[in-house]
């Protein structure tokens, strides 16, 4: 019963706290951001492992967005590369962009704050926030290296032919990336435990989303009436959808540490 209580009660905190706001606020940064990310990553993992591999993965992975969205992103990093290795984007304009990366994510953190009721404003609160923006970033990428290496083990025993182990090891990759979001975006985060929660659910939430919305885009109404430009709406759609989860999941973790503290007294 707490943990359906939990639930409930994130539900109702998202709304009053005005929670929407914010993820609208991060699908308005995120498009941008996405691509420096992706970029960077792929760069940085094909110091580590071989550039094709590192692409299949990629690919892999992107398939949650969709086909269509995935070319989306596909043909931007070929540019991106393509502009880099000829020198006509300067890396000034490379850090702007990855500085939208953590802009995006003090929207999050912000966010986090407001809904645990512990936000605060300043100066010096913007500039701890950008530091652990920057650091999650960080954080980020090494998850990523591994999960790259982690996938061609599994890859080379073919452990992901086994019936139902890919969704189970895909859940648990999203997983572990909502627990890391909900423990290290912010100093006043809630216990271990209540974010390892949180992101179980959040987890949970977002393979129900993605399949809801890769049926709605395997429809294509959206690209019917829109044409090309569906595909970016589709993209914020997508986003808004994430954001939320992850906003939600917040309250999830805070929540779910508040009742087990009460319950112990």
């Known amino acids: 019963m707490v943990h359906l209580s939990v639930l ?3 539900a109702r905190q998202f709304l009053l706290r005005d929670m929407a706001y914010y993820a609208a606020a991060f699908s308005y940064y995120a498009p941008l951001a996405l691509i420096p990310l992706v970029l960077v990553s792929i760069l940085v993992a094909s110091f580590f492992y071989s550039p094709s591999f590192v692409a299949s993965i990629f690919q892999g992975w992107g398939t949650v967005l969709g086909d269509d969205l995935l070319a989306l992103i596909n043909v931007a990093v070929q540019n991106l590369d393509i502009e880099i290795k000829t020198y006509e984007v300067p890396t000034f304009a490379l850090a702007f962009f990855l500085s939208v990366s953590i802009f995006a994510f003090n929207v999050l953190g912000t966010g986090f704050e407001r809904m645990w009721g512990k936000h605060e ?6 500039l701890w926030q950008t530091m652990r923006s920057a650091s999650f970033v960080l954080i980020l990428e090494i998850y990523i290296l591994f999960i790259i290496g982690a996938e061609g083990l599994l890859s080379y025993f073919e452990v992901r032919s086994v019936f139902l182990l890919s969704e189970v090891i895909w859940f648990l990759s999203i997983t572990t990336v909502f627990f890391l979001l909900f423990r290290f975006l912010v100093r006043s985060a809630p216990s271990w435990r209540g974010c390892l ?12 989303a993605n399949t809801i919305l890769s049926a ?4 294509k109404p959206v690209l019917s009436i829109f044409g090309a430009a569906g595909l970016i709406l589709v993209l914020l759609i997508w986003v808004y959808v994430l954001a939320t989860i992850i906003l939600y999941g917040a309250g999830v973790a805070e929540l779910y540490d508040r009742m087990i503290r009460s319950n112990q007294k």
């Open 8 to 10: 409930y009660h994130a």
């Open 121 to 126: 404003r300043g100066l010096k609160t913007f």
């Open 197 to 208: 929660f949180a992101g179980v659910v959040s987890g949970a939430l977002f393979l129900f």
């Open 216 to 219: 709605y885009i395997g429809a």
